[in-house]
């Protein structure tokens, strides 16, 4: 049973850095799409940035600038580098992943991100 687990979260102040990482617990075929969701309390979970197979990469409006997806093939491991961060961007971050192979749609659990001084 595979399970894609977040890290890097933590508590940061305004206009610090984070990295965080998500990769899979167990054994797993390629990755066909990578992305990061946020959701604040009280708010809709929101795409924050997302990348193909093929390294097409796409930000919500909110982040680019600031914020940037990256990944390690060999590790099936995906990034969110996150700069310059703001207030707004607390929230529980959420990796998300499909197969290549099935299509298979996997989310991680979550991890805290909070940004205040």
């Known amino acids: 049973q595979v399970q894609f687990v977040e890290s890097g979260g933590g508590l940061v102040q305004p206009g610090g850095s984070l990295r965080l990482s998500c990769a899979p617990s167990?054994?797993?075929?390629?990755?066909?799409?990578w992305g990061w969701y946020r959701q604040a309390p009280g708010k809709q979970r929101e795409l924050v940035a997302g990348m193909t197979s093929g390294s097409s990469t796409g930000y919500a409006d909110s982040v680019k600038g600031r914020f940037t997806i990256s990944r390690d093939n060999a590790k099936n491991t995906v990034y969110l580098q996150m700069n310059s961060l703001k207030p707004e961007d607390t929230a529980v971050y959420y990796c998300?992943?499909?197969?290549?192979?099935?299509?298979?749609?996997?989310w991680g659990q979550g991890t805290q991100v909070t940004v205040s001084s």
């Open positions: 167990g054994s797993i075929s390629s990755i066909y799409y």
């Open positions: 998300y992943a499909v197969t290549t192979k099935s299509r298979t749609p996997y």
